[in-house]
């Protein structure tokens, strides 16, 4: 099977710069980032390293993950953030469950052995979020076993499955999308227990209020589109 690795960067410098030595290439067949148009240096960090650079013509994970599909060449695509949050350690992990045949492969941060980023907070705001949008889309639409983190963004995506799934969202709502489209077309999703690390420099984009709300009316549009959502993007 012919694996594509995809780094997903917007003012990342910080991160490239302590992880991209550290990413294991050999596991992979295809590798390149996709840039959101970042102006701190990740860019110029990409082509000192000789590293392939895809640029955005706009913004957001969504359109990231559109892009990279457009541009890979592999029939499954991992997703690695290099912002400090992911271990790219994990990447190796990927491939033996995507050649068993699984459509979709979650890091949890979840499940069993897993550890969250707030695992150290008595109170978890964002895990605890993450988990209600996590429960409310397996209660929905999930006829397989529970999916623990139905959000992450570190996880693999097989051609097959994204054609299928033809995922539209903008910016974060992009892996909740695809998770809850994949319980709507019943396939295999397996996960794997991951430690979250804490951001290595930069700043997050995602600010939880506005995300929260554009996870709810991703969920609405779900409820409303049902299984009609080829058509709806056509
Ligand atoms: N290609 C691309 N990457 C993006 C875009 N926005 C964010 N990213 C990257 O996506 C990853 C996750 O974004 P973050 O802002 O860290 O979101 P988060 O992980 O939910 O937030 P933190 O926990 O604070 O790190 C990082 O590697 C970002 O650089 C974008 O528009 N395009
Ligand atoms: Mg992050």
Redesign the pocket.
């Known amino acids: 099977m012919k694996i594509s690795l995809v780094l997903?960067?917007?003012?990342?410098i910080d991160?490239v710069r302590a992880l991209l030595e550290k990413v294991p290439l050999d596991s992979v067949d295809e590798a390149f980032a996709?840039?959101?148009g970042s102006t701190d240096g990740t860019r110029e960090f990409y082509a000192r390293h000789h590293f392939r650079v895809v640029e955005?013509t706009s913004?957001?994970?969504g359109?990231?993950f559109r892009i990279a599909f457009a541009t890979a060449t592999g029939d499954a695509l991992i997703f690695f953030?290099?912002?400090g949050?992911e271990d790219p350690a994990d990447i190796p992990k990927f491939r033996p469950l995507l050649e068993q045949g699984y459509d979709m492969v979650i890091a949890s941060r979840m499940m069993k052995g897993a550890r969250n980023?707030e695992d150290h907070q008595r109170f978890k705001w964002r895990k605890w979020a993450n988990q209600a949008f996590g429960i409310m889309a397996n209660l929905t639409w999930n006829r397989r076993p529970f999916i623990t983190d139905t959000i992450n963004?570190y996880r693999a995506i097989t051609r097959n499955a994204w054609e299928q799934l033809r995922p539209d969202g903008p910016?974060?709502t992009i892996e909740y999308q695809s998770s809850i489209r994949a319980f709507k077309r019943r396939l295999y999703i397996a996960e794997f227990p991951t430690t979250e690390g804490a951001?290595i420099g930069g700043q997050?984009?995602?600010h939880s209020i506005p995300t929260g709300l554009r996870f709810v009316k991703l969920y609405l549009r779900e409820l409303f589109l049902g299984q009609h959502f080829n058509k709806a993007n056509k």
């Open positions: 997903l960067t917007f003012n990342e991160g996709v840039d959101g955005q913004r957001g994970r359109e990231a953030s290099p912002d949050n980023e963004g910016g974060y951001r997050s984009k995602a």
